[in-house]
Protein backbone atom coordinates (compact mmCIF):
# COMPACT_ATOMS: atom_id res chain seq x y z
CA UNK A 1 0.00 0.00 0.00
CA UNK A 2 2.59 2.17 0.69
CA UNK A 3 4.43 2.08 -2.21
CA UNK A 4 0.71 2.60 -4.32
CA UNK A 5 0.54 5.85 -1.92
CA UNK A 6 4.49 6.92 -2.73
CA UNK A 7 3.46 6.12 -6.77
CA UNK A 8 0.83 7.95 -6.86
CA UNK A 9 2.39 10.90 -5.45
CA UNK A 10 4.94 10.97 -7.34
CA UNK A 11 2.97 11.14 -10.17
CA UNK A 12 2.33 14.70 -10.16
CA UNK A 13 6.25 15.25 -10.60
CA UNK A 14 5.30 13.08 -14.08
CA UNK A 15 7.31 15.68 -16.68
CA UNK A 16 5.88 16.82 -20.05
CA UNK A 17 9.29 16.28 -21.01
CA UNK A 18 8.96 12.39 -21.58
CA UNK A 19 7.40 12.71 -24.77
CA UNK A 20 10.80 13.67 -25.94
CA UNK A 21 10.85 9.39 -25.73
CA UNK A 22 8.25 9.13 -28.42
CA UNK A 23 10.24 11.82 -30.73
CA UNK A 24 13.47 10.01 -30.01
CA UNK A 25 12.27 6.57 -30.67
CA UNK A 26 9.81 7.92 -33.62
CA UNK A 27 13.14 9.53 -35.32
CA UNK A 28 15.02 5.95 -35.05
CA UNK A 29 12.34 4.61 -36.40
CA UNK A 30 12.26 6.86 -39.55
CA UNK A 31 15.79 6.12 -40.03
CA UNK A 32 15.55 2.73 -40.65
CA UNK A 33 12.16 3.47 -42.59
CA UNK A 34 14.64 5.58 -44.87
CA UNK A 35 17.43 3.57 -44.79
CA UNK A 36 15.08 0.66 -46.17
CA UNK A 37 13.99 2.86 -49.20
CA UNK A 38 17.41 4.22 -49.58
CA UNK A 39 19.64 1.07 -49.10
CA UNK A 40 17.19 -1.74 -49.10
CA UNK A 41 18.20 -3.17 -45.61
CA UNK A 42 15.55 -4.99 -43.60
CA UNK A 43 12.59 -2.67 -42.24
CA UNK A 44 12.33 -5.36 -39.04
CA UNK A 45 13.82 -3.48 -36.54
CA UNK A 46 11.53 -0.31 -37.98
CA UNK A 47 8.64 -2.18 -37.33
CA UNK A 48 9.36 -3.52 -34.34
CA UNK A 49 10.44 0.38 -32.97
CA UNK A 50 7.14 1.46 -34.53
CA UNK A 51 5.24 -1.29 -32.03
CA UNK A 52 7.07 -0.01 -29.40
CA UNK A 53 6.67 3.55 -30.29
CA UNK A 54 3.34 2.89 -30.63
CA UNK A 55 3.03 1.37 -27.02
CA UNK A 56 5.11 3.88 -25.29
CA UNK A 57 2.91 7.12 -26.50
CA UNK A 58 -0.22 5.15 -25.42
CA UNK A 59 1.24 4.55 -21.85
CA UNK A 60 2.84 7.87 -21.51
CA UNK A 61 -0.13 10.06 -22.59
CA UNK A 62 -2.22 7.71 -20.33
CA UNK A 63 0.04 8.29 -17.62
CA UNK A 64 0.39 12.32 -17.98
CA UNK A 65 -3.64 12.11 -18.74
CA UNK A 66 -4.26 10.96 -15.46
CA UNK A 67 -1.84 14.17 -13.43
CA UNK A 68 -3.92 16.26 -15.79
CA UNK A 69 -6.92 14.80 -13.90
CA UNK A 70 -5.61 14.08 -10.18
CA UNK A 71 -3.32 16.99 -10.25
CA UNK A 72 -4.45 20.02 -12.84
CA UNK A 73 -2.86 23.14 -10.66
CA UNK A 74 0.63 21.08 -11.44
CA UNK A 75 0.03 20.99 -15.22
CA UNK A 76 -1.29 24.25 -15.11
CA UNK A 77 2.38 25.09 -13.44
CA UNK A 78 4.21 23.26 -16.44
CA UNK A 79 2.16 24.83 -18.89
CA UNK A 80 3.26 28.13 -17.50
CA UNK A 81 6.68 28.12 -17.22
CA UNK A 82 9.04 29.55 -19.14
CA UNK A 83 11.26 26.62 -19.80
CA UNK A 84 8.93 23.90 -19.14
CA UNK A 85 6.27 25.11 -21.56
CA UNK A 86 8.13 24.71 -24.65
CA UNK A 87 8.47 21.23 -23.60
CA UNK A 88 4.21 20.74 -24.34
CA UNK A 89 5.26 20.65 -28.29
CA UNK A 90 6.69 17.71 -28.42
CA UNK A 91 3.34 16.12 -28.14
CA UNK A 92 1.95 17.60 -31.25
CA UNK A 93 5.38 16.51 -32.70
CA UNK A 94 4.95 13.35 -31.44
CA UNK A 95 1.95 12.92 -33.12
CA UNK A 96 3.41 14.38 -36.09
CA UNK A 97 6.39 11.60 -36.09
CA UNK A 98 4.26 8.73 -35.37
CA UNK A 99 1.87 10.35 -38.65
CA UNK A 100 5.05 10.04 -40.69
CA UNK A 101 5.34 6.13 -39.38
CA UNK A 102 1.88 4.76 -40.15
CA UNK A 103 2.18 6.46 -43.61
CA UNK A 104 3.93 2.80 -44.56
CA UNK A 105 1.16 0.99 -42.42
CA UNK A 106 -2.29 2.42 -42.61
CA UNK A 107 -3.09 5.83 -44.02
CA UNK A 108 -6.17 6.14 -42.30
CA UNK A 109 -4.38 5.76 -39.37
CA UNK A 110 -1.38 8.19 -40.33
CA UNK A 111 -3.93 10.80 -41.50
CA UNK A 112 -5.92 10.57 -37.81
CA UNK A 113 -2.20 11.16 -36.42
CA UNK A 114 -1.78 14.02 -38.49
CA UNK A 115 -4.86 16.07 -38.14
CA UNK A 116 -4.29 15.68 -34.60
CA UNK A 117 -0.40 16.62 -34.59
CA UNK A 118 -1.47 19.90 -37.13
CA UNK A 119 -4.49 21.24 -34.19
CA UNK A 120 -2.09 21.00 -31.47
CA UNK A 121 1.08 22.10 -33.18
CA UNK A 122 -0.87 25.01 -34.52
CA UNK A 123 -2.09 26.06 -30.71
CA UNK A 124 1.04 25.27 -29.40
CA UNK A 125 2.80 27.64 -31.86
CA UNK A 126 0.43 30.66 -31.03
CA UNK A 127 -0.55 30.42 -27.66
CA UNK A 128 3.62 29.92 -27.26
CA UNK A 129 4.27 32.95 -28.93
CA UNK A 130 1.60 34.77 -27.55
CA UNK A 131 3.16 33.54 -23.93
CA UNK A 132 6.44 35.06 -25.31
CA UNK A 133 4.98 38.42 -26.05
CA UNK A 134 2.83 38.49 -22.95
CA UNK A 135 5.37 38.14 -20.38
CA UNK A 136 8.68 39.35 -19.11
CA UNK A 137 11.27 36.43 -19.79
CA UNK A 138 15.09 36.90 -18.95
CA UNK A 139 17.48 36.14 -21.62
CA UNK A 140 18.71 33.14 -19.30
CA UNK A 141 15.26 31.78 -19.89
CA UNK A 142 16.01 30.68 -23.46
CA UNK A 143 17.94 27.36 -24.35
CA UNK A 144 17.56 25.45 -27.38
CA UNK A 145 14.42 23.99 -26.37
CA UNK A 146 12.56 27.01 -27.25
CA UNK A 147 13.07 25.30 -30.95
CA UNK A 148 10.86 22.95 -30.32
CA UNK A 149 7.13 24.53 -30.11
CA UNK A 150 7.83 27.17 -32.97
CA UNK A 151 10.79 25.39 -35.28
CA UNK A 152 8.80 22.07 -34.64
CA UNK A 153 5.78 23.64 -37.65
CA UNK A 154 9.08 22.22 -40.13
CA UNK A 155 8.14 18.56 -39.52
CA UNK A 156 4.27 19.16 -40.64
CA UNK A 157 5.10 19.37 -44.54
CA UNK A 158 7.36 15.61 -43.54
CA UNK A 159 4.41 14.32 -41.91
CA UNK A 160 1.66 15.85 -44.63
CA UNK A 161 3.05 15.87 -47.62
CA UNK A 162 0.33 13.10 -48.84
CA UNK A 163 -2.36 13.92 -47.23
CA UNK A 164 -2.73 17.94 -47.73
CA UNK A 165 -2.02 20.32 -50.40
CA UNK A 166 1.37 21.47 -50.11
CA UNK A 167 -0.03 25.36 -50.30
CA UNK A 168 -0.79 24.26 -46.57
CA UNK A 169 2.34 22.48 -46.06
CA UNK A 170 4.42 25.59 -47.32
CA UNK A 171 2.53 27.36 -44.53
CA UNK A 172 3.58 25.41 -41.51
CA UNK A 173 7.16 25.46 -43.00
CA UNK A 174 7.99 28.89 -43.51
CA UNK A 175 6.72 29.75 -40.04
CA UNK A 176 9.33 27.09 -38.52
CA UNK A 177 11.94 28.70 -41.12
CA UNK A 178 11.74 31.77 -39.95
CA UNK A 179 11.44 31.50 -36.76
CA UNK A 180 14.66 29.45 -36.69
CA UNK A 181 16.54 31.74 -37.81
CA UNK A 182 15.38 34.42 -35.15
CA UNK A 183 15.51 31.94 -32.29
CA UNK A 184 19.12 31.00 -33.31
CA UNK A 185 20.07 34.52 -33.14
CA UNK A 186 18.55 35.07 -29.84
CA UNK A 187 19.89 31.45 -28.37
CA UNK A 188 23.62 32.02 -29.39
CA UNK A 189 23.53 35.71 -28.26
CA UNK A 190 22.53 34.01 -24.67
CA UNK A 191 24.73 30.83 -25.18
CA UNK A 192 28.11 33.43 -26.00
CA UNK A 193 27.43 36.20 -23.80
CA UNK A 194 25.18 34.71 -20.30
CA UNK A 195 25.72 32.32 -18.09
CA UNK A 196 26.65 28.55 -19.50
CA UNK A 197 23.60 26.46 -19.64
CA UNK A 198 22.90 24.33 -16.37
CA UNK A 199 24.08 20.81 -16.99
CA UNK A 200 20.68 19.54 -17.45
CA UNK A 201 20.07 21.31 -20.57
CA UNK A 202 23.48 20.79 -22.23
CA UNK A 203 21.51 17.45 -24.04
CA UNK A 204 19.48 20.56 -25.58
CA UNK A 205 22.75 21.63 -27.63
CA UNK A 206 21.69 18.37 -30.24
CA UNK A 207 18.46 20.44 -30.64
CA UNK A 208 20.69 22.83 -33.19
CA UNK A 209 20.85 20.06 -35.37
CA UNK A 210 17.43 19.31 -35.96
CA UNK A 211 16.15 22.48 -37.81
CA UNK A 212 18.34 22.64 -40.40
CA UNK A 213 18.21 18.88 -40.80
CA UNK A 214 14.63 18.31 -41.13
CA UNK A 215 14.03 21.52 -43.07
CA UNK A 216 15.94 19.78 -45.65
CA UNK A 217 13.83 16.51 -45.55
CA UNK A 218 10.61 18.68 -45.65
CA UNK A 219 12.19 21.13 -48.83
CA UNK A 220 12.21 17.57 -50.43
CA UNK A 221 9.61 16.31 -49.75
CA UNK A 222 7.79 19.46 -50.50
CA UNK A 223 8.80 18.24 -54.30
CA UNK A 224 11.62 20.70 -54.67
CA UNK A 225 14.62 19.56 -56.21
CA UNK A 226 18.29 19.82 -54.82
CA UNK A 227 19.12 23.38 -55.27
CA UNK A 228 20.70 26.03 -53.39
CA UNK A 229 18.43 26.43 -50.15
CA UNK A 230 18.77 22.80 -50.08
CA UNK A 231 22.41 22.62 -50.37
CA UNK A 232 22.19 25.18 -47.26
CA UNK A 233 20.10 23.36 -45.01
CA UNK A 234 21.68 19.96 -45.39
CA UNK A 235 24.95 21.43 -45.10
CA UNK A 236 24.14 23.33 -41.57
CA UNK A 237 23.15 20.62 -40.59
CA UNK A 238 26.10 18.34 -41.17
CA UNK A 239 27.90 21.58 -39.41
CA UNK A 240 26.42 21.42 -35.96
CA UNK A 241 25.99 18.08 -36.08
CA UNK A 242 29.96 18.06 -36.57
CA UNK A 243 30.50 20.96 -34.08
CA UNK A 244 28.52 19.29 -31.52
CA UNK A 245 31.03 16.30 -32.11
CA UNK A 246 33.52 18.53 -31.60
CA UNK A 247 32.40 19.20 -27.99
CA UNK A 248 31.91 15.86 -26.92
CA UNK A 249 33.97 16.69 -23.52
CA UNK A 250 31.20 18.36 -22.35
CA UNK A 251 29.22 15.78 -22.77
CA UNK A 252 31.46 13.30 -21.08
CA UNK A 253 30.34 13.09 -17.19
CA UNK A 254 26.68 14.46 -17.92
CA UNK A 255 24.38 12.95 -15.08
CA UNK A 256 21.33 11.51 -16.05
CA UNK A 257 18.30 13.73 -16.34
CA UNK A 258 15.39 12.97 -19.15
CA UNK A 259 16.67 15.87 -21.07
CA UNK A 260 18.99 13.38 -21.89
CA UNK A 261 16.41 12.34 -24.50
CA UNK A 262 17.24 15.46 -26.44
CA UNK A 263 20.18 13.69 -28.13
CA UNK A 264 18.12 11.54 -30.13
CA UNK A 265 15.58 12.51 -32.02
CA UNK A 266 18.39 15.48 -33.73
CA UNK A 267 20.78 12.39 -34.56
CA UNK A 268 17.71 10.77 -35.89
CA UNK A 269 16.62 13.73 -38.11
CA UNK A 270 20.77 14.09 -39.57
CA UNK A 271 21.26 10.51 -40.35
CA UNK A 272 17.85 10.88 -42.18
CA UNK A 273 18.54 13.37 -44.20
CA UNK A 274 21.90 12.24 -45.46
CA UNK A 275 20.87 9.22 -46.24
CA UNK A 276 18.45 11.38 -48.79
CA UNK A 277 21.11 13.15 -49.64
CA UNK A 278 23.05 10.24 -50.87
CA UNK A 279 20.02 8.92 -53.14
CA UNK A 280 20.23 12.72 -54.57
CA UNK A 281 23.78 13.16 -55.62
CA UNK A 282 25.39 9.26 -55.26
CA UNK A 283 28.09 10.38 -53.41
CA UNK A 284 30.19 7.80 -52.07
CA UNK A 285 31.43 9.83 -48.51
CA UNK A 286 27.65 10.48 -48.03
CA UNK A 287 27.06 6.48 -48.66
CA UNK A 288 30.01 5.97 -45.62
CA UNK A 289 28.59 9.26 -43.80
CA UNK A 290 25.07 7.36 -43.62
CA UNK A 291 26.21 4.39 -42.24
CA UNK A 292 28.47 6.10 -39.51
CA UNK A 293 25.71 8.09 -38.27
CA UNK A 294 23.26 5.16 -38.49
CA UNK A 295 25.05 2.87 -36.22
CA UNK A 296 25.99 6.71 -34.05
CA UNK A 297 22.38 7.28 -33.80
CA UNK A 298 21.69 3.60 -32.72
CA UNK A 299 23.47 3.32 -30.12
CA UNK A 300 22.46 7.00 -28.93
CA UNK A 301 18.83 5.81 -28.87
CA UNK A 302 19.82 2.57 -27.27
CA UNK A 303 21.96 4.19 -24.41
CA UNK A 304 19.54 6.61 -23.60
CA UNK A 305 17.10 4.09 -23.26
CA UNK A 306 18.73 1.83 -21.10
CA UNK A 307 19.79 4.83 -18.84
CA UNK A 308 15.82 6.06 -18.42
CA UNK A 309 15.06 2.51 -17.33
CA UNK A 310 17.74 1.79 -15.11
CA UNK A 311 16.84 5.37 -13.46
CA UNK A 312 13.26 4.58 -13.26
CA UNK A 313 13.89 1.48 -11.62
CA UNK A 314 16.20 3.59 -8.90
CA UNK A 315 12.69 6.21 -8.58
CA UNK A 316 14.84 9.03 -10.00
CA UNK A 317 13.13 10.06 -13.14
CA UNK A 318 9.40 11.59 -11.57
CA UNK A 319 11.10 13.74 -8.73
CA UNK A 320 10.74 17.44 -7.86
CA UNK A 321 13.39 19.68 -8.58
Known sequence: METKIEDLTRLNHFPIMMFAVIMGISGLAMVYLKFFEVFGISSIFAQGLIALDSIFFVAIAFT???????YPNDVKKEFTHPIRINFFAAVSISLLLLSILYHHISITVATSFFYMGLVLQTYFTLNTIRYWIENNLEITHSNPAWFIPIVGNIIVPVAGSKIIPNFYLMFYFSIGLFFWLVLFTVIFYRIIFHHQLAQKFLPTLF????PPAVGFLAYIKLG?????LGYILFSLGLFFTLLISFMYKSFLNLKFFISWWAFTFPMAAITAATAVMYSLT??????ILSFILLAGT??????VGYKTVYHMLKKEICIAE
Do not use: H, Q, S
Open 64 to 70: YGIKLLR
Open 207 to 210: ILIA
Open 224 to 228: YPLDF
Open 282 to 287: NDYFLY
Open 298 to 303: TFIVLF
